[in-house]
């Protein structure tokens, strides 16, 4: 009986990160996305979200802000977002300072998003050749 209920937590930990990490990615691009929201929309407390995470070991802020920059990235390196601002796509994805986007960028990547847009652009105009 007791792995039974121990079975039952488990695949209602797992049922719950799918949840939060479909409700985050859908509400990547809302600055007001933090654990608190996600806890409420998923109807259990912060504490259990948190307690829930840990066990799978994600760091929920954290992984929201690599979602984040990861789709910011993506959008950047389309060949149409040569003329779009790095701050437009910042803003875009929820962070409401584009000179911390482009600190975390940096940091992620290795270059900051303007010049990832520019190595994405001469990497798409090489294929064409």
């Known amino acids: 009986m007791a792995d039974d209920e121990r079975l039952g937590r488990e695949t209602l930990e797992d049922i719950l990160l799918v949840r939060v990490k479909a409700f985050a990615r859908e509400h990547l691009g809302d600055p007001t996305l933090d654990p608190s929201r996600i ?9 259990h979200l948190y307690k829930t995470c840990a066990k799978a070991n994600l760091r929920l802020e954290q992984w929201i802000i690599d979602q984040r920059l990861a789709a910011a990235r993506e959008d950047l390196a389309r060949r ?3 003329s779009v601002a790095v701050s437009e796509v910042s803003y875009k994805w929820g962070f409401t300072n584009p000179s ?6 940096r940091s992620a990547y290795g270059m ?18």
């Open 100 to 105: 911390h986007f482009a600190r975390r960028f």
């Open 112 to 129: 900051s998003p303007r010049e990832w847009q520019a190595v994405s652009r001469e990497g798409v105009a090489d294929q064409l050749r």
């Open 80 to 82: 149409e977002s040569g």
């Open 39 to 47: 806890a409420a929309a998923t109807h259990v407390s912060l504490r």
